[in-house]
């Protein structure tokens, strides 16, 4: 290695990227287009970082295939920060073991970080937990990465509702992080344990609503009161859980018996509210009979459901109060929202990866967004890119779509 890619290589690990480019600015050989391409990607041009990677990648080529895949560890994380998921994975992790191999387990170990990373931003909790517990070494190698492994483990205690997991992640997360010494990766912490401060979900209860944190969760969770989560799409009571994802019109129903406890809740106003329209008719009350009579099987370990004169009542077989858990946000476009808020910019494609939807409703639901000013667009066709203005006053961790880990 010749002493200008050292001096970079130097300039690039204290965080002196002009420094690092005045070295290498000027040359087009395999490694100093790798160092160009890292340097790119700090300061934010993450296209032309790209570019450059690829270009080191094929100067590489065959005969060096340790610099090779290195390049790619450093494409794939170029390609998180430009929210591409289209890239497989097995590149990743073909160049993780050949790294691992050769002896650079540090190199490695970031690369299944990036993994563990991609299954976070995808939502797949559970995918995440599995990949960190697979990856050897995680708790002990450099500083750096073990503040980025307990980051990672402190954000799927957090979507999970896990916070007691979450704080003693927390603290190895600070504690490794002020080990490495990188600003950086220590504000990275505190911006989520700031998470823990803010509101997180609503809590209407009683004809009220009010903001509550994932602490509040956490009580009303543990209280042994009959929970409608909106959050979750479940009925909840102590360490039950009913799911209820999968049957949205059931749900529906179920939230508006919840939300009119201890009272019944008119027929007319349950149809209004489920079937979406306010001339119902013999058909939609045939209808209602039939879906509350199924909502009554589903939910019959829990609670039960009766008749009144005007309409149904929601009977808890235990629980001494009923709640209902709501996001921060309604609607369909909340999802969307929670993932533009990380001040990213998301194609149409990443965001229908993310949030399992069509990209049709994605594209629907877009648009809605910036008719109302909640999101804009950037560049035309493929190229088009969406971003939206941070959410302020409360934190987007639940609104974020999640597989959630086996129990």
Do not use: K
């Amino acid at each position: 290695m010749d002493s200008l890619i050292t001096a970079a290589g130097r300039a690039l690990s204290s965080g002196d990227v002009l420094g690092a480019l005045n070295h290498v600015g000027w040359r087009d050989d395999p490694p100093a287009l790798a160092l160009r391409g890292i340097a790119m990607a700090q300061l934010g041009d993450y296209p032309r970082a790209r570019d450059l990677l690829r270009r080191a990648a094929r100067g590489f080529g065959t005969r060096e295939p340790v610099s090779r895949a290195r390049c790619v560890i450093a494409e794939a994380e170029v390609a998180l920060a430009l929210r591409d998921f289209g890239t497989a994975p097995r590149a990743l992790d073909d160049a993780a073991r050949l790294l691992a191999a050769r002896g650079d387990h540090a190199n490695a170990t970031h690369a299944h970080l990036i993994t563990v990373r991609r299954h976070l931003l995808l939502g797949r909790l559970d995918a995440a937990a599995t990949s960190l517990r697979a990856t050897p070494g995680m708790d002990t190698g450099a500083p750096a990465h073990q503040a980025l492994a307990a980051l990672a483990r402190a954000e799927i205690a957090l979507r999970s509702l896990h916070l007691r997991d979450a704080r003693r992640a927390l603290a190895q997360a600070r504690a490794a992080a002020a080990q490495a010494g990188i600003p950086a990766l220590a504000a990275e912490v505190a911006d989520v344990a700031a998470i823990l401060q803010r509101p997180a979900a609503r809590l209407l209860h009683g004809g009220h609503e009010q903001p509550v944190t994932l602490d509040d969760v956490d009580a009303l969770l543990a209280s042994g009161a009959l929970v409608v989560d909106a959050v979750r799409h479940a009925l909840r009571e102590a360490d039950a859980t009913l799911p209820l994802a999968r049957r949205p019109v059931l749900f529906a129903l179920l939230r508006a018996l919840a939300v009119g406890w201890p009272g019944d809740v008119d027929r007319n106003a349950l149809i209004a509210r489920v079937f979406r329209t306010r001339d119902p008719d013999e058909t939609h009350r045939g209808r209602l009979r039939v879906e509350i009579g199924r909502l009554r099987r589903l939910i019959a370990p829990l609670a039960d459901i009766t008749a009144s004169d005007r309409g149904f009542l929601l009977v808890p077989h235990h629980a001494g109060a009923v709640a209902v858990l709501a996001p921060p946000l309604d609607g369909e476009q909340a999802a969307l929202q929670g993932l533009l808020a990380d001040g990213m910019a998301w194609s149409t494609s990443a965001l229908a990866l993310a949030t399992g939807m069509g990209q049709r409703s994605v594209q629907r639901a877009l648009v809605a967004l910036e008719s109302a000013g909640h999101a804009h667009s950037v560049g035309r066709a493929r190229a088009q890119r969406w971003l939206a203005p941070p959410l302020s006053g409360f934190t987007t961790i639940l609104l974020l779509p999640a597989v959630l880990p086996a129990a």
